[in-house]
C-alpha cells in the first residue's frame, strides 16, 4: 500500500513541475490552494485541532478493542483496523496539519460507511432525546446513553468535507511545506 501512496506523491510532483498548479504536490495538502490566516486561521486551526482530538478518542477505544468491535459490526478485523487506525493516525496529523487532505478522505470513508451501516440498520437520521423516552425503552450500555442515529457520523463528514475543501489554515505544518 505504501508504493501506491509513494507513486501518487511522485506523480502530484511530477505534473506540479509542469506547472498545473490544481495537480501540484499542495494537492497533498487541501483543495484549496490559499492558506487562511486571521481569525479564519484560527477558526480552521480550532476546527481541525477538535476533530483530530475527537477522531483520536472514538478510534482508541476501537483499535484497543477491534476483536470486540468487529465482531459488533459484523465486519472483518482488517477493515476495523483501517478504519481506527485512519481516526487515531489521522486524528494527530489533523492536529499538526500535517497532509491534511489525505487525513481526511480515509476518515470520510470510515464515516460514509458508518452512515451506510446505520442506515441499513433502520436509524433515524436523529434519535428521540433520550428524556422523551420511557425508561424501559431504552437503555445504553452502561443503562444510560443516547439511541442510535447517524446524525454526529454526517455532522463528521460535513465538518471533514470543509476541512478537505478550505484547507488547515496557516497555523499548520502543510502551510510552512506547500504554503506560498
Known sequence: MI???????AIAFFLGSFNFPQLSPHLLSSLSPVYPDGFPGLALLLLRVSLGWLFILHGYPKITHLQQWAESLKTPVVLCFLSAASMVGGGIF?????????????????????????ISGSKPFVAQDPYLIPEDQY??????????????????????????????????????????
Not at 508504493?3 to 506523491?9: D, I, M, P, R
Not at 497532509?99 to 476518515?107: A, F, Q, Y
Open 94 to 118: 489533523l492536529i499538526i496539519g500535517f497532509l491534511t487532505l489525505l487525513d481526511t478522505l480515509p476518515i470520510l470513508c470510515s464515516m460514509i460507511f458508518a452512515i451506510y451501516l446505520d
Open 3 to 9: 508504493y501506491k501512496f509513494a507513486t501518487g506523491v
Open 139 to 180: 437503555k445504553g450500555p452502561l443503562g444510560k446513553g443516547e439511541p442510535p442515529s447517524w446524525e454526529k457520523a454526517f455532522m463528521y463528514c460535513v465538518m471533514l468535507i470543509a476541512i478537505a475543501v478550505l484547507g488547515p489554515g496557516v497555523y499548520s505544518l502543510d502551510s510552512i511545506i506547500f504554503g506560498q
